[in-house]
């Protein structure tokens, strides 16, 4: 790296996320920007029943305090600039907040928000133009709760090239808030596309917070000292390389295996990662590790961007409930299994009675005899599990009939069922995503900044072909006695996550003779075949010469995704863990004893 770089860090993967990494960034380590990611489809529908209740909430209230309250003055005495998608859907409320902080603890900084991504007040428009969901085709549903455009980097770019010190957004892709400070300071065009490529993969890096630094890694025996785990910061080039590293005297971990791990993380077609201000390509990335806890990223490219806003709209579907029972002793899992079937059965007997009709969805899951695991469960005879019960229904008194009726399991079914006392669950209303695309020239992000507002102009892009992808050719075992098989977590690291009702799991070979063999094992058929109990729809891979890796897509693989899933995994966390058990056929010797790996299997 030379010429002009900038540093920033990422305070924030998710609303909830640590209270201790703003203050760590900025007391432990040289920044130039402080980035906060808090938004999720999930966090938006919260967001908005808030606003509906009181029309001064809607944003993130924590970002406001205590977060920037405790770091205001160092912020403003080390010119640090602070950018976050807090604002949800309220930013102008979000931005007042923060100015009362600011006025009580003496404080000089500039604020502006970002506004033109909520198009609730748009929607007789969008029904007009027949607007269909882009995965299901469905129509939009008529109560809707959110519908909000993903905005690019472009708005936040405009807002600090007029002065704020501290930049509010709405809806973002999460990546943005650290892409618009990289086309402010370097002057980055709306043209310069591999340069938008590899500032929206440093964003994605920092992201998910500590994700990035060892947490949800793979070897996570080798990460040190989670309570004191650093969060991530990317030293960003001019030409868009980057280092990413974390403040010194932290635990936490960055290899190349961490940073490959959320480079995959959530991101479908490696080749056409659609972000509202390019198409990136992450097919060809390098990460290479420089020193410890640092490793240097490049290779990123980028296409013009698409000429749709994706829209995330959220709508209410009824109510849910869900709630937890220990059993232990002899056959608990047979215990558990029974209880749910006896439950049920009463309810539906009940429901029937009261004419309330009976649930829309049920599920249970016996959890400690490996239920996810479908027909992989290695557990025979557990002597304590904990039975999961859940259900939707359009009316929350037949919900409050279950959490009744499956208390009263503790007293009138099995032997040693028991819980904490005291800890009965609420209905709450199920919200599911509506996902679809609008003409960029009907949306118009706005930046507003001391009683002013000022339109933004953003790239209108064009329509994007997938089939002009050149796909890479992965490698091929050459001919070879496969005479052993190992377990992939000695040949791999894999992360998963979710978008909607897709699973998307990451697979990165630990050395790149181990890509022929696990890409053979891997095939869409196989992995398909591997989650057959769970995935409804389709598998394809993914290819990532640049780092030895795969990556997997997974349609309709989470019961719905999100809060409108009754599963104990709704965003599948926990499939890339179940991957990593799948035997691969590999060569004798090919994987010395003592391999990386094999402490995880311990």
């Not at 439950?343 to 899951?365: H, I």
Request: a negative charge.
């Amino acid at each position: 790296m030379s010429g002009k770089t900038i540093r920033i860090g990422g305070a924030s993967g998710f609303w909830g996320d640590s209270m201790m990494a703003a203050r760590q960034l900025v007391d432990g380590t040289e920044l130039d920007y402080l980035v906060f990611d808090y938004l999720a489809e999930i966090t938006m529908s919260i967001l908005a029943r808030a606003r509906a209740k009181d029309e001064t909430m809607g944003y993130a209230t924590d970002f406001v305090a205590p977060t920037m309250k405790s770091i205001a003055r160092q912020v403003e005495e080390k010119g640090i600039k602070v950018i976050a998608n807090s604002g949800g859907v309220n930013p102008g409320a979000c931005a007042d907040a923060l100015q009362t902080v600011f006025d009580e603890e003496g404080v000089n900084l500039n604020i502006a928000y970002v506004t033109g991504d909520d198009l609730m007040d748009r929607l007789m428009d969008l029904r007009k133009q027949d607007i269909k969901e882009m995965f299901t085709g469905a129509p939009l549903p008529p109560d809707m709760l959110s519908m909000n455009a993903y905005l690019g980097a472009r708005p936040i770019a405009d807002a600090l090239g007029r002065g704020a010190d501290v930049v509010i957004t709405g809806r973002v892709v999460d990546s943005a808030v650290t892409l618009g400070a990289c086309m402010h300071e370097f002057a980055w065009t709306d043209e310069e596309f591999d340069r938008l490529s590899s500032g929206s993969l440093a964003g994605h890096i920092l992201e998910c917070g500590a994700q990035a630094t060892g947490g949800l890694h793979t070897d996570w025996d080798q990460v040190p000292d989670w309570s004191n785990i650093g969060y991530p910061v990317a030293e960003i080039s001019e030409d868009g390389t980057f280092v990413v590293e974390k403040p010194p005297r932290t635990g936490g971990l960055i290899s190349k295996g961490t940073i490959a791990e959320q480079m995959l993380y959530e991101i479908g077609d490696p080749q056409a990662y659609i972000l509202p201000d390019v198409v990136c390509d992450f097919s060809d990335v390098k990460i290479e590790e420089v020193e410890e806890n640092k490793v240097r990223v490049s290779g990123a490219r980028g296409a013009a961007p698409t000429d749709t806003f994706k829209v995330s709209g959220t709508y209410g579907d009824g109510f849910r409930v869900g709630m937890y029972l220990t059993i232990g002793g002899i056959d608990a899992d047979k215990k558990a299994k029974k209880t749910a079937d006896a439950v049920f059965t009463r309810l539906s007997r009940m429901l029937s009675e009261t004419n309330l009709g009976d649930f829309t969805e049920t599920s249970f899951e016996v959890i400690g005899s490996e239920a996810t695991y479908g027909p992989h469960s290695r557990i025979t005879a557990p002597r304590e599990v904990v039975l999961k019960l859940a259900a939707k229904h359009e009316k929350p008194q037949a919900l409050n009939m279950l959490v009744r009726e499956a208390t009263s399991s503790a007293t009138s079914m099995a032997p040693g069922t028991t819980g904490m006392g005291g800890n009965r669950p609420k209905v709450s209303p199920v919200v599911r995503l509506f996902s679809c695309l609008v003409p960029k020239s009907d949306v118009t992000p706005a930046v507003h900044r001391q009683s002013n507002m000022f339109p933004v102009s953003v790239h209108n892009g064009r329509p994007f072909d997938p089939a002009s992808i050149s796909r890479p050719v992965g490698p091929e075992i050459l001919a070879a006695n496969l005479t052993d098989t190992v377990p992939l977590v000695k040949l791999a690291w894999a992360r998963s996550g979710d978008k909607g009702n897709s699973s998307n799991i990451g697979v990165i070979a630990r050395k790149i003779e181990y890509l022929p063999y696990i890409r053979a094992s891997l095939t869409e058929q196989a992995v398909k075949d591997y989650f057959a109990h769970i995935v409804e729809g389709r598998v394809t891979r993914f290819d990532l010469p640049g780092i030895d890796g795969l990556n997997f897509l997974m349609t309709e693989a989470l019961g719905g995704g999100g809060i409108a899933s009754l599963r104990n995994d709704p965003q599948g966390k926990a499939l890339a863990q179940m991957l990593l058990d799948l035997e691969i056929a590999v060569p004798a010797g090919l994987v010395p004893p003592d391999d990386t790996g094999e402490t995880a299997l311990a």
